[in-house]
Structures are given as structure tokens and as C-alpha cells.
């Protein structure tokens, strides 16, 4: 799987251009599904978030409106009571899974209940297009900082696709509690590597190659 890890979605030329280079295909030629399952489990988000998302009403954070050949809804949730061969079908036909933030714990707890973790590896050629949330999710932890929905087991893991963390919306003009310092302050208690990147920043990931790819400000944190 290739993965596209943003803040905000494809908020600039610089984002846009690495996604098209990821699904090395334009855009108006690729099927996508959106999944914004991570929208309901977050304190702060609700209903309207995710119909902003999933009807690209949302020029903040632009995902499903960039003009895709189709797109579909993947509701996590849903699955466990729809035959898996089903499912697994409309994603293994789709070339990109856009996946809306809010809670990284909610979200992953529902990939692994579905089943869509254990599909991942096999998923080579697909891009994984996460927002903030959606982003977090494939790091190994999100930190205590971030923990609101409390999952089964506790903790602050997440599914570990990728071996460092991050730290979305830094210095975000609504997000007093966001700045490079709480994420200074973030990445320290993880003793791990870590990034922190603003909504004009995005970190892909391909053929084991991280990059970042940015038009504001971002910082690592090495373990």
C-alpha cells in the first residue's frame, strides 16, 4: 500500500501533485472510496462533519471533491454484518481510500473489528489517503495527548504501518493547544520518531521511502 499522510487533505499543488504521482494515474481516472468512519467516534465532530466529507462540502480539508472517476462510501461500522468477500471486493477495485480524521483509536478499532487491518498488506497498488485522524491511524502510537475515544484495551496504539508518529494541525490558528511546542512536548513522551506537520504538509510513504512534502512548516522528532 502507498500512503499519502496529511494534515488536511490535499490542501495545495505540492500535495496534489504527490498524490497524482502516487496512483500514477490522473485523478478523473481513478475510483475511489471514502471512509469516515473516525468522524463519529471524535467528542468534537459529528453528523455534518461527515456528510461534509463524504458530499466534498468541505474546501478546508479537500479529499472527495477533486473530480474522481467514482466514488463510494466505506462505513467500517457496516461491515461485520455484509459477507466479506463482498466488501473486500469494492476495495480491492478501488485505486485510492480516502479516509476522514476524527478519532485514530475509533478508526482503528473498526479496521481491525471489519477486517480491513488484516487486508492492507495485500493491498500493494492502492493509496491510502489519510486526514489528519485517518493519518494518525497508521502510526504505531498517537500519544496520550491525543487519546479521547478509550479503546477495549486501553493504550494509545494505533496500527503501526509506518514506525514514527504525528502530530497533525500544528500551530493551526483554532487550535491554541496545537503549537510546535505541545508537539515538542508530544514527541518527547513517545521516546520515538515523530513528525509534526501543519495543513500544507503531508508525509507520503512508498516502497518503504518516507518524504515530506510541504508549502508551510513541519519538524521531526527523531527517537
Known amino acids: 500500500m502507498k500512503?499519502?499522510?496529511?494534515s488536511a487533505g490535499i490542501t495545495n499543488p505540492s500535495v496534489h501533485e504527490a498524490l497524482v504521482d502516487l496512483l500514477s494515474k490522473p485523478i478523473a481516472e481513478s475510483d475511489a472510496l471514502c471512509i469516515?468512519?473516525?468522524?463519529?467516534?471524535?467528542p468534537m465532530a459529528g453528523p455534518g462533519e461527515a456528510w461534509r466529507f463524504i458530499?466534498?462540502?468541505?474546501?478546508?480539508?479537500?479529499m472527495?471533491?477533486?473530480g474522481?472517476?467514482?466514488l463510494g462510501v466505506l462505513e467500517l461500522t457496516a461491515l461485520p454484518s455484509i459477507d466479506h468477500d463482498r466488501w473486500v471486493s469494492w476495495v480491492r477495485e478501488a485505486d485510492v481510500l480516502l479516509v476522514?480524521?476524527?478519532d485514530a483509536l475509533y478508526l482503528g478499532h473498526w479496521m481491525r473489528e471489519s477486517g480491513l487491518a488484516d487486508l492492507l498488506p495485500s493491498l500493494r497498488e492502492t493509496v491510502w489517503v489519510g486526514l489528519s485522524?485517518?493519518?494518525?491511524?497508521?502510526?504505531?502510537?498517537?500519544g496520550d495527548y491525543f487519546v479521547e475515544w478509550k479503546p477495549p484495551a486501553g493504550g494509545d496504539s494505533a496500527l503501526g504501518v509506518v514506525d514514527f508518529s504525528i502530530f497533525p494541525h500544528v500551530d493551526h490558528e483554532m487550535m491554541p493547544d496545537n503549537t510546535m511546542a505541545d508537539a515538542e512536548r508530544w514527541a518527547a513522551d513517545l521516546s520515538?520518531?515523530?513528525?509534526?506537520?501543519?495543513d500544507q504538509t503531508a508525509i507520503t510513504v512508498a516502497d518503504g521511502t518516507v518524504e515530506v512534502v510541504s508549502e508551510g512548516h513541519w519538524r521531526q522528532f527523531p527517537s
Not at 500512503?3 to 496529511?6: A, G, M, S, V, Y
Open 3 to 6: 500512503l499519502l499522510l496529511t
Open 36 to 42: 469516515p468512519t473516525a468522524t463519529y467516534g471524535h
Open 55 to 62: 458530499s466534498g462540502q468541505e474546501p478546508r480539508t479537500p
Open 64 to 66: 472527495c471533491e477533486l
Open 68 to 70: 474522481w472517476k467514482s
Open 100 to 102: 476522514n480524521g476524527g
Open 133 to 142: 485522524g485517518g493519518s494518525m491511524v497508521m502510526t504505531p502510537r498517537i
Open 192 to 198: 520515538a520518531p515523530a513528525y509534526a506537520i501543519d
